[in-house]
């Protein structure tokens, strides 16, 4: 009997312990999305047009592991446009829906409740992506990029780049859930997004950058953000400048 006991307590407190570990002690214990939850600071977008974007392709030419490989932090590049067919895939791997029964997204997020609001700046506008439907909201038509450029500091690859996609947090959606550790949580995710970004880059032949150093007030400006939607990456997107041939 006493040598039952001798065993058995070792094992008793291994699954106390951990049953107490899997527990988040700062943001509570839900990491599923509620059903029927509703972001209290989701933002309704739609007055303008909409423009459908084609149905991204779901196999490529290069393997993961090269474009991992092949992946640079690219700041030149070519003035030649992106084609809709590239900004549906790039989009597509940022936030696109991959699970259409349960509306679960390519990137992964925390408790499903996806923070993030992806916005396009192009030179004939500003646009917002609209994962369900796969579509793009036109905000506006005037070309804002010289404000974003400012705002970025005059970075290069910002005034280069064919598309800069820009991601915004809204943090709320999160931090209702998980308190403070939402906004970790959300920062999280944008990494997340923006690699899948940079790596379909890779494998569609163009490059792209992450851009943190920019002034947050000034690219809400530029894009005349809905309040609570906080830009935290700029990701230029372009073909790669040609290398010049070695005489
Ligand atoms: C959070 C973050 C912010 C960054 N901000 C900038 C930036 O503002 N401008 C820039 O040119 N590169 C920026 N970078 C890119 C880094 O300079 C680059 O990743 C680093 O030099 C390593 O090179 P690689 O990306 O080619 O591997 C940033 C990278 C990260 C992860």
């Known amino acids: 009997m006493k040598k039952c006991v001798l065993f058995l307590l070792p094992v008793v407190l291994f699954i106390v312990i951990t049953g107490m570990n899997s527990k988040d002690k700062e943001g509570g214990t839900k990491m599923a999305p509620e059903k029927g939850e509703k972001s209290p600071t989701l933002h309704s977008f739609g007055d303008g047009a909409v423009i459908q974007l084609p149905a991204p392709r779901l196999k490529g030419e290069m393997s993961l592991e090269e474009c991992i490989q092949k992946r640079r932090s690219i700041r030149s590049f070519e003035p030649r446009k992106l084609t809709l067919q590239e900004i549906s895939q790039l989009l597509w791997a940022m936030q ?136 935290i990456y700029i990701l230029p997107v372009g073909e790669p400048v040609k290398q010049k041939a070695e005489k």
């Open 96 to 231: 696109g829906i991959t699970d259409e029964r349960q509306g679960l997204r390519a990137a992964p997020s925390a408790g499903a409740l996806y923070p993030l609001e992806i916005y396009l700046v192009k030179d004939d506008g500003v646009y917002h992506y609209e994962p369900h439907g796969h579509r793009l909201e036109v905000l506006g038509t005037k070309d804002v990029r010289d404000e974003l450029v400012s705002a970025a500091l005059r970075q290069s690859s910002v005034r280069q780049a064919a598309v800069n996609f820009v991601i915004c947090a809204v943090y709320e959606r999160v931090t209702t859930r998980y308190g403070e550790k939402g906004v970790r949580f959300t920062d999280m995710e944008a990494g997340h997004a923006a690699q899948n970004l940079h790596l379909e880059a890779v494998a569609l032949g163009l490059a792209s950058v992450p851009v943190g150093a920019f002034m947050e007030e000034g690219v809400a400006k530029a894009l005349s953000l809905p309040k609570g939607h906080r830009p």
